[in-house]
């Protein structure tokens, strides 16, 4: 069974940084995309930024020289560090992975999520 566990969320001031992480754990066989998204109440959910196996990454121009996306792949980690938040940031984070799991069989799992509160 394969398992994503966010962490770092948390209350934060506008203009302040936190620092989100993701670790997978489990069976895995190997990692493709990693990302995360957000959902603000009564909005729909949306990407923030995706991370390749190879590093190449993309983002939401809302977020673009804010927040920084990047991965550990020895640890099966990836990483979200939100500069400059500002109160639209307040949203709930989820993990977003694409993998093959140890019977070779893909999978595309989400995160419980973690709750990112910006005060004005």
């Known amino acids: 069974q394969v398992q994503l566990v966010e962490s770092g969320g948390g209350l934060v001031p506008a203009g302040g940084s936190l620092r989100l992480s993701c670790v997978v754990s489990?069976?895995?066989?190997?990692?493709?995309?990693m990302g995360w998204y957000r959902q603000a109440p009564g909005k729909q959910r949306e990407l923030v930024a995706t991370?390749?196996?190879?590093?190449?990454?993309n983002g939401a121009d809302s977020v673009k020289g804010r927040f920084t996306i990047s991965r550990d792949n020895a640890k099966n980690t990836v990483y979200l560090q939100m500069n400059s938040l500002k109160p639209e940031d307040t949203a709930v984070y989820y993990c977003?992975?694409?993998?093959?799991?140890?019977?070779?069989?893909?999978?595309?799992?989400w995160g419980r999520g973690t709750q990112v509160t910006v005060s004005s």
């Open positions: 991370i390749t196996s190879g590093g190449g990454t």
């Open positions: 489990g069976s895995i066989f190997s990692i493709n995309a």
């Open positions: 977003n992975v694409d993998l093959l799991n140890a019977l070779r069989v893909r999978l595309t799992l």
